[in-house]
């Protein structure tokens, strides 16, 4: 799309992350026209709330916008985003792109076919020491990436036990496809997304199926342990073709304290990063004039990361442009990671994810 008005975009599922897409559309040189869901409460409240049409069938919104943001339970991830790839909407999906590797893949096909762009909800990859890390990278400042630590660590903080997020059918997993994904897709950004060779992890159900969960909140109402069938940890190690390795540590619910540190090593400076105070250092040593350790504390202005986010994907709706990051193949890649490590968990082994080289056809 390249016109002189505002793009006119939709949203699709309008629950409490819809009405927090919704309220950031106004920062952008975008028009929020109208959203869809099935819930008839839901789609009166959204239009109550932001004056535009809602509608329950999905073919009415499409023909009205150029793009939508979709933000459903996984599940309807594919269902969403592939009708509107072919009706030529350009999508914002959020994370996870899907609730199965299988789903996941059939948007990408589906972007790969499509005029418009798929682009994934990472929107952790837009908070200033990110972009300051990734600044000095290219650079070279860090030399050579060897390791990254990466966690999401909550001491309490499952999302509401008996809701959509603790049901395997709808979400596809917990804590490791929930927040674990903004996890593995920091790492792999940070290391330029390089080929996974390997990976071995465990996850774990400790503590949401307790009829007792001790807890101080909860993102919403706790029905209780029935029906919660996923994960609540997750750990992992990720090899790399290159030999680089990623360290992955994620909870819902754990008994240690929370942890949003990402730790970066390279040859010639390392750096911490913290994901929840946007704390950031770098550390170097040197032997000029004697031999000493610095540690500098990068100072950056506070993101809304979300807002831009949906700046970045209207500025490309609005030029017609594939994006160049968050795109729809870096979404497939973390969702092949998340994949392996439940395969792993399940066979309780390392999972092999090196493509294997056709044997060559013997010349006659």
Same mark, same amino acid.
């Given at each position: 799309m390249t016109?002189? $008005?505002?793009?006119?975009?939709g949203i699709i599922g309008l629950g409490g992350i819809g009405h927090h897409h919704a309220e950031r559309l106004d920062d952008t040189q975008a028009d929020l026209a109208g959203g869809l869901d099935i819930s008839g409460p839901a789609r009166e409240a959204f239009g109550e709330a932001f004056g535009v049409p809602t509608y329950e069938e999905s073919e009415n919104l499409l023909s009205a916008v150029d793009a939508v943001l979709i933000t459903t339970p996984n599940r309807f991830h594919e269902q969403y985003a592939v009708e509107a790839l072919d009706a030529g909407c350009d999508v914002l999906l959020e994370k996870p792109l899907a609730h199965t590797l299988e789903s996941a893949t059939r948007i990408a096909e589906a972007a790969h076919e499509a005029e418009g762009f798929c682009m994934v909800g990472f929107n952790n990859r837009f908070a200033a020491p990110i972009e300051v890390i990734k600044e000095y990278q290219t650079k070279g400042r860090f030399g050579d990436l060897s390791h990254i630590e990466a966690n999401y660590v909550r001491r309490r903080g499952i999302p509401g036990r008996g809701s959509w997020f603790t049901s395997k059918e709808v979400a596809g997993g917990g804590a490791l496809i929930d927040i674990g994904v903004h996890a593995i897709d920091l790492a792999l950004h940070l290391l #330029? !997304?390089?080929?996974? $060779?390997?990976? *071995?992890?465990?996850t774990r159900s400790e503590f949401g199926t307790?009829?007792? =969960? &001790? =807890?101080?909140?909860?993102?919403?109402?706790d029905i209780g342990p029935e029906g919660f069938d996923v #994960?609540?940890?997750a750990h992992a190690l990720l090899r790399t073709e290159s030999g680089q390795t990623v360290s992955l540590d994620v909870a819902w &619910?754990?008994?240690?304290?929370?942890?949003?540190? !990402?730790v970066i090593q390279g040859s010639d400076a390392g750096a911490r990063f913290d994901r929840g105070s946007h704390d950031l250092t770098?550390?170097? &040593? *040197?032997? *000029?004039? $004697?031999?000493?350790? $610095?540690?500098t504390d990068i100072q950056t202005q506070a993101v809304d990361t979300h807002k831009a986010e949906l700046r970045y994907f209207v500025e490309h709706v609005a030029a017609g442009e594939q994006p160049d990051q968050n795109t729809v193949e870096e979404g497939l890649a973390v969702q092949r990671v998340i994949d392996a490590i439940y395969r792993s968990s399940e066979q309780g082994e390392a999972v092999s994810l090196k493509t294997k080289t056709p044997k060559p056809i013997p010349s006659e």
């Open positions: 016109t002189d $008005t505002n793009p006119q975009i #330029d !997304f390089p080929e996974i $060779t390997e990976v *071995s992890g465990a307790r009829e007792e =969960y &001790a =807890y101080i909140e909860m993102w919403g109402d #994960d609540d940890s &619910a754990i008994n240690r304290p929370p942890n949003n540190e !990402f770098i550390y170097e &040593a *040197s032997g *000029s004039g $004697t031999d000493h350790l $610095t540690d």
